[in-house]
């Protein structure tokens, strides 16, 4: 068990001073409670010596008095020990998620986004508990039993031992069903995550499944997969409803022990009935901490499983870091050259995607990569901003190594725009000024001109404050790639990189937009991966990428005059615009 909450050691070091008032709190919440049965006991027997006035409200202040102080006590113990468990959990959700921030594309690929936001959520919930009332229960049960035990054999050893004669019983019981709680609780939060990745994959897709008319056929698969969930947590249920009453049982065993054994030693004249009253009194004590503990190992069985999931994501180290980046080149101007050096690359789940590359572009120039679908283009580009990680020395930007720039710095010099836009569900002008926090309204419009986008935003009611809906559904696919264009021109970096960022427009919006950029391309290093001869034909060089291989390198006159497969593809389109034009 404490392996498995090894992670969590950390974060209780953080608060241990919490838990230590706390702890105090506790301490003195127990001793005034265990006063209690102390001054009821001694009220009965001084009563039979004489009932006055008097003598009914110096006890009734005592215990007033004794109840105020536990009170405060108890009020301070659940504030800081439950207060501490709410800053663990702040602590904990921010690091889980600066720690998914540094996570490569590929990771996301393994990891479904609902089992993410599961562990994110639920699971957190659940350790949240673990740390918080669950640590408050067992405590407050382990010290009172603790206080109460000494008064208890003082009032009569014989009694006592009778009394605890059920206790190591439900102590088996309880070992026995935190197991089984455990794997069942474990059990329960896998299919949550199936349940929640599958929500999340359904609302992502609307469109296509109303496209598809496949409404009846995903609700049903929701609802059998819902059907699985609460299987599963009815038979967590139904372990844990033959939990509660059994201990009860072996609690009320007790208890009968207790009123058999005390009544007879009273009628034998061994105790008084003040002392057989205290000591019932700490029994009925006894009983809610008690059966807090069946609680208490349900929510420590549940919080370990959750603390597993969790862990599991933390234990993901980031596949792209800054291990070697030197501190000197961090502040050093980036100019934009970049060189692939005999660039060979594959991904963890195939074969290789690119094979012996050998590419300089200068900086300030441009670069066009033109090729058939699945050649590489976009692995090629993700290096540049280490999306993905090419082996060391293969990719260099201003002759030297890209490893050797932090990725703070490296991506702050680069202005990416890739193959599939996403916008976040805020305005278009918030979209915009994405990574640029000091832009000003005048920069956000000048970037929408240059993207060729500015005059439809106007149009909107809202103009730039329109919001544009999760992942920027209310605009058109040419819109949404124009407005990412203008969100990569507003950074001004020396790099900029297009991904096929004209694929959703037509050629007239892309001679609009190319002759926009021109300006903003000016100075800087500009890579354009295009479908479209016409979106390449103007760059400085057009490589071309057919198997993960350089075919063709030239201008567009020279690759025209070798006659090969980029002199095929202008054919072919200056074809297609013909007949579309005819």
């Known amino acids: 068990m404490f392996q498995r909450l090894s992670p969590l050691f950390p974060y209780l070091k953080r608060y241990w001073r919490n838990f230590a008032l706390g702890g105090l709190s506790l301490i003195l919440y127990n001793s005034a409670k265990a006063m209690v049965p102390l001054v009821v006991g001694s009220a009965i027997d001084d009563m039979r010596h ?9 006890h009734a202040l005592l215990l007033l008095g004794i109840a105020t102080v536990s009170g405060i006590f108890l009020y301070l113990m659940r504030q800081i020990i439950i207060g501490a468990s709410r800053e663990i959990e702040y602590d904990l959700r921010n ?26 959520t639920n699971d957190l919930n659940a350790v949240r508990q673990l740390l918080g009332p669950a640590i408050m229960y067992s405590a ?17 050893p014989w009694l006592t031992l009778c009394a605890f004669v059920p206790l190591p019983f439900a102590s088996v019981l309880v070992q026995y069903f935190g197991a089984r709680i455990h794997t069942r609780f474990e059990r329960i939060q896998a299919m949550f995550s199936d349940i929640s990745a599958q929500a999340e994959e359904n609302f992502s897709g609307a469109r296509l499944i109303r496209a598809f008319a496949q409404e009846e056929a995903q609700i049903a698969a929701f609802e059998e997969s819902n059907r699985e ?48 009253t205290t000591y019932n009194v700490y029994m009925v004590q006894l009983i809610w901490p008690m059966i807090a503990v069946g609680w208490v190992v349900n929510l420590v069985q549940r919080g370990a499983a959750s603390v597993v999931r969790i862990d599991q994501l933390m234990k993901q180290q980031p596949a792209i870091d800054d291990s070697e980046a030197k501190p000197e080149v961090a502040t050093e101007p980036v100019a934009g050259s970049i060189e692939f050096n005999n660039l060979s690359f594959a991904y963890t789940t195939g074969g290789e995607v690119l094979h012996n590359i050998s590419l300089e572009i200068p900086a300030g120039s441009s670069l066009a990569i033109v090729g058939p679908t699945g050649s590489g283009k976009s692995t090629l580009v993700s290096l540049i901003p280490r999306l993905q990680e090419a082996a060391p020395g293969m990719v260099l930007i201003d002759g030297r190594p890209i490893r050797e720039y932090s990725l703070a710095s490296l991506r702050h010099a680069i202005g990416f725009v890739p193959q599939e836009t996403f916008l976040f569900s805020t305005t278009i002008a918030d979209n915009i000024a994405f990574g640029v926090p000091e832009a000003t309204e005048t920069g956000i419009e000048a970037a929408a001109r240059t993207a060729h986008i500015g005059t439809e935003i106007l149009e909107f009611p809202q103009g730039f404050a329109t919001v544009v809906g999760e992942r920027g559904m209310t605009l058109s696919g040419g819109q949404k790639q124009r407005t990412a264009i203008a969100r990569a021109v507003l950074r001004d970096p020396r790099i900029l990189i297009l991904d096929d960022a004209l694929a959703s427009v037509d050629t007239y919006t892309e001679e609009q937009i190319l002759g926009g950029l021109r300006t903003a391309m000016q100075g800087r290093t500009t890579i354009l991966i295009a479908h479209r001869v016409s979106t390449a034909r103007n760059a400085d060089r057009i490589a071309v990428l057919v198997d993960g291989r350089i075919a063709e390198l030239g201008t567009h006159d020279e690759l025209l005059a070798r006659g090969g497969y980029y002199n095929d593809l202008y054919e072919k389109q200056s074809l297609e615009e013909e007949i579309l034009t005819a």
């Not at 690091?95 to 994110?120: K, V």
């Open 95 to 120: 690091d889980l998620f600066a720690h998914l921030e540094l996570q490569p594309p590929s990771f996301f690929q393994q990891h479904r986004t609902g089992d993410i936001m599961a562990r994110s």
């Open 50 to 58: 004489g009932l006055s006035a008097a003598k009914v409200e110096h």
């Open 229 to 276: 969930y609460i299987r599963r947590s009815l038979l967590l249920a139904r372990l844990m409803a033959m939990l509660w009453p059994t201990l009860e049982f072996f609690l009320g065993f007790s208890l009968m022990l207790t009123l058999f054994v005390g009544g007879r030693e009273v009628v034998l004249h061994h105790m008084s009935v003040g002392q057989f």
């Open 140 to 156: 407050n049960t382990i010290f009172f039993t603790a206080v109460a035990l000494p008064f208890m054999l003082r009032i009569s």
